[in-house]
């Protein structure tokens, strides 16, 4: 009996020490030892981990300040991670020695985008850093990025980073010449908007006008607005992910196209997007006229995406002029009130492969009653809008002109 209960002992004390202490594996791909440091609610980075640790997890702890040279003992690292631990402070010399760092992800931690945060000098030995992930953080709306800690991430190829209402990609983002993706669709939950930009300007993505930045991710965020001139400083973008952007309207988002003119785009996802239709105003924002079409002149794009929008009208023109390139074409899950002679002309996209119209719901614009019935589901919420103000809406009061200011 007491040997069975000293094995007992024996067996607790060696499961709870094993749950108090990060696990080491060898990594063979990177040449050291990988270790697991993940929920152990550590307070701050161990002091006794292998010099040859090349690959380091210490998610899900509760770490909130990095001390300076807090990982000194282990230069080979290559790989840090640290999620959700509660980190809200950088003190100046954090990262001090891990100048081979390639991959360094803070997610989901408590570090606001300002200059007490971050010193100015704390990305200075990450030089051989190509991916950097600090979103899901911020819960400021109002602020400035503290743009020049970026300038010495000149091997970055990946960015995920929150952004403020009014955000502006400071002058310190161009040195990052050979970024390739930039993900700002952090997006928000109960306590945060991490996306908080709501206006994207013909000059917010100017600092990367020499970059090579090829994908753009801003799925989640709470864009209104995007000024017709706002890709064009992206000269290498060939995606663009705006999906579940619930307040940017489709035509303001096709009228930003125009920042793509003479440029080769692989895919621009614009699906489940602009979901808030609680006014007329906002039913006309899901019109794509001709006046917003004919100003794309130049556009080549294989890969669209406007799938389960609430778009009601698109012009014949729209074929016309996308159908250069066009590979792949998603406008399902609409209700589409005018033409539909618009499906019947897909032959002039040549090299179309694949096309999903599927679950329309038609209407005719001379079926005055499907109209009024249509617009008045649509503005089921809106305090301001009654029955009787549809009853003298005609045809050309719902599409606009071919007039549209840029």
Same mark, same amino acid.
């Given at each position: ?37 993940r929920s152990l609610n550590l307070p701050k980075v161990p002091g006794d981990l292998p010099s040859n640790t ?84 911020n819960c400021q709306l109002k602020g400035n990025t503290p743009h020049w800690i970026f300038k010495w991430l000149i091997n970055l190829e990946t960015l995920t980073i929150d952004t403020f209402e009014d955000d ?43 970059? #090579? ?156 009653? #499907? ?36």
């Amino acid at each position: 009996m007491k040997t069975f209960i000293g094995f007992l002992i024996t067996l607790t004390v060696a499961y709870s020490t094993s749950r108090n202490t990060c696990e080491i594996y060898p990594d063979p791909e990177l040449g050291g030892s990988r270790v697991d440091c993940r929920s152990l609610n550590l307070p701050k980075v161990p002091g006794d981990l292998p010099s040859n640790t090349v690959s380091l997890d210490l998610s899900d702890n509760h770490i909130p300040v990095l001390r300076s040279q807090a990982f000194i003992h282990i230069p080979q690292l290559l790989n840090l991670k640290i999620v959700g631990s509660r980190v809200s402070r950088l003190e100046p010399h954090a990262f001090e020695t891990l100048i081979n760092l390639r991959r360094l992800n803070l997610n989901y931690n408590h570090l606001q985008l300002d200059n007490g945060t971050y010193p100015q000098d704390i990305f200075r030995p990450l030089e051989r850093l190509t991916g950097l992930s600090i979103g899901y953080n911020n819960c400021q709306l109002k602020g400035n990025t503290p743009h020049w800690i970026f300038k010495w991430l000149i091997n970055l190829e990946t960015l995920t980073i929150d952004t403020f209402e009014d955000d502006i990609f400071g002058s310190g983002f161009g040195y990052l010449k050979i970024l390739t993706t930039l993900n700002i669709g952090t997006g928000d939950n109960d306590e945060c908007r991490y996306c908080a930009i709501d206006a994207i300007h013909n000059h917010t993505f100017s600092a990367f006008e020499n970059s #090579t930045l090829q994908v753009l991710i801003a799925s989640d965020c709470h864009i209104h607005h995007v000024e017709a001139g706002a890709f064009i400083p992206l000269k290498s973008i060939s995606k663009l992910v705006f999906e579940s952007v619930k307040y940017l309207p489709s035509c303001k988002a096709l009228r930003a196209f125009y920042g793509l003119n003479g440029k080769h785009v692989c895919h621009v996802l614009l699906s489940s997007s602009y979901s808030s239709v609680t006014s007329l105003s906002d039913l006309k924002g899901q019109l794509i006229s001709n006046g917003i079409l004919n100003k794309l002149t130049d556009i080549c794009i294989e890969h669209i995406d406007l799938s389960s929008n609430t778009i009601i009208y698109i012009d014949n023109s729209f074929l016309k002029v996308f159908s250069k390139c066009l590979k792949y074409l998603d406008i399902s899950k609409y209700s589409l009130l005018g033409n539909q002679l618009i499906f019947f002309e897909m032959k002039m996209c040549k090299q179309l492969q694949y096309i999903d119209v599927s679950q329309q719901q038609k209407y005719n614009k001379h079926d005055t009653e #499907t109209l009024e019935n249509l617009l008045l589901i649509a503005n089921t919420h809106s305090e301001k809008y009654h029955r009787k103000d549809v009853s003298n809406l005609s045809w050309n009061q719902m599409v606009p002109s071919n007039d549209y200011t840029f």
